[in-house]
């Protein structure tokens, strides 16, 4: 992917998405993230998952003012627009059908127009999509809305929370992140999610993982304050040992503006930086997208283990000058949805490929050996193999390949084969 250079193209662009509501945060160039807020007068970040299209007319509405005109029968109200696309089911509305992918990329559009005086949309230059969870029918819905959308960005691209959170914190001044980090994500409803940012100072680069986990005891029922303030301490005490953490974030609804924490946070702000806040999200996916449209390479210093991430090296062992010898082929740490490697091998002695995988997380080296079944005799160094890998989830690799010959002296074959390599 090439990045604009010009000057006209200076924005990086994050949104939240979430099947209820979406924030956006935007960064112009050397500039910290401000996320756009619906009232100018405090801090209002939530626009509604929702559009609203006009009865009998193709006029469409989004957010607040979307929700506005349908309760006042103005017109049909459609919710739940991320999870339809990821469904991919059509959407009918007035008798006729559409695309989900499609309203949702309407909906990015008119989102777009509500930022136009602040961020306008020709002078963005990267986009990033950042969700809860990751699955191949979203992924495959947020490729739909990016073909939808054609807008002339240099990048759009989507990752998950931990990727934004880790993103976020890359950002931020070092004595942040001195030592792990925890985030706590509660909307007063619902279990609390909690994300511990864990860094191993004794690699280099120095791993980042996240370890998660939910606290469903703060879940619903939870209502009498001091119930919730020793349910929450008790949490605390159990995921922030002392000495072990140096940052703490506090972010949702079930946060905001509620007194009931008292013993709770006399423990998480000893010695320890806290946080409050619900746009900790939008902004990762901000400084992801700086991230992407500046080049910089974090590689150098940090190696992130996220749970999209691919945690072993891939490589093969070939035949070369009558040695067996290593070819990487790809590292640990890239998102399972983005891999898609393709090499072109001459096939030696055994009509065979062996593929070896080294985890970093500890453990044995694996080795996988992919039989060519059915590849024709040929003379010495006339046989060559495309080997194409992409993964069918965080835990699953498939493996293509085909007999690509060698020009006129061994005309392709045309056989093929399919491996998959499963439990990583």
């Known amino acids: 992917m090439l990045f604009s250079k010009t000057t006209n193209k200076k924005y990086a662009v994050g949104f939240d998405l979430s099947d209820t509501a979406c924030q956006v945060s935007y960064s112009e160039q050397g500039a910290e993230p401000v996320t756009f807020s619906v009232s100018p007068d405090n801090e ?19 957010g607040r003012e979307a929700e506005a005109r349908a309760d006042r029968g103005d017109g049909t109200k459609i919710r739940h627009l991320l999870s339809a696309a990821a469904l991919g089911k059509p959407v009918l509305i007035e008798d006729e059908e559409y695309d989900p992918s499609s309203l949702l990329a309407l909906y990015v559009r008119r989102v777009l127009a509500l ?16 969700l809860d ?18 807008l002339p960005f240099d990048d759009l691209c989507w990752e998950n929370h931990q990727n934004s959170f880790f993103s976020y914190m890359l950002q931020q001044s070092d004595s942040m992140h001195e030592k792990d980090v925890l985030l706590c994500e509660y909307d007063g409803v619902n279990a609390m999610k909690l994300n511990r940012l864990c860094y191993n100072p004794g690699t280099t680069p120095i ?48 946060f905001s503006g509620d007194r009931w924490m008292k013993e709770s946070l006399k423990y998480a702000a000893y010695h320890r930086r806290v946080f409050l806040g619900n746009n900790l999200y939008s902004k990762g996916a901000a400084y992801s997208a700086m991230l992407r449209r500046d ?62 995988l080294t985890p970093l997380t500890g453990g044995a080296i694996r080795e996988e050996v992919m039989s060519f079944d059915g590849l024709p005799d040929r003379e010495e160094r006339t046989t060559r193999v495309r080997l194409t890998f992409t993964m069918k989830d965080v835990h699953t690799m498939l493996v293509h390949a085909e007999d690509v010959g060698f020009g006129e002296i061994a005309p392709s074959s045309g056989r093929t084969w399919d491996h998959v390599i499963e439990n990583l």
């Open 207 to 254: 791993a980042v993982y996240v370890k998660s986990r939910r606290a469903d005891e703060m879940g619903q029922g939870l209502l009498d304050p001091r119930k919730r303030d020793e349910t929450f301490l008790s949490i605390l005490k159990e995921e922030v040992p002392d000495g072990e953490i140096s940052t703490i974030f506090l972010i949702g609804a079930g």
């Open 44 to 62: 209002d970040f939530d626009i509604p998952m929702t559009l609203t299209k006009k009865l009998g007319a193709n006029i469409w509405y989004c």
């Open 133 to 150: 969870t990751l699955d191949r029918p979203t992924i495959a819905a947020l490729g739909k809305v990016r073909d939808f959308l054609a």
């Open 295 to 356: 080049h910089r390479d974090v590689q150098d210093k940090y190696f992130f283990l996220g749970e999209n991430c691919i945690v072993y090296n891939l490589g093969l062992m070939v035949l070369r000058s009558g040695r067996n010898i290593y070819y990487p082929l790809l590292d640990a740490g890239a998102n399972w949805y983005e891999v898609e490697v393709s090499r072109e091998f001459i096939v030696e002695g055994a009509k065979e490929a062996h593929i070896i």
């Open 115 to 130: 930022i136009e005086p602040q961020v306008p949309t020709e002078a963005i230059s990267v986009l990033t999509f950042t």
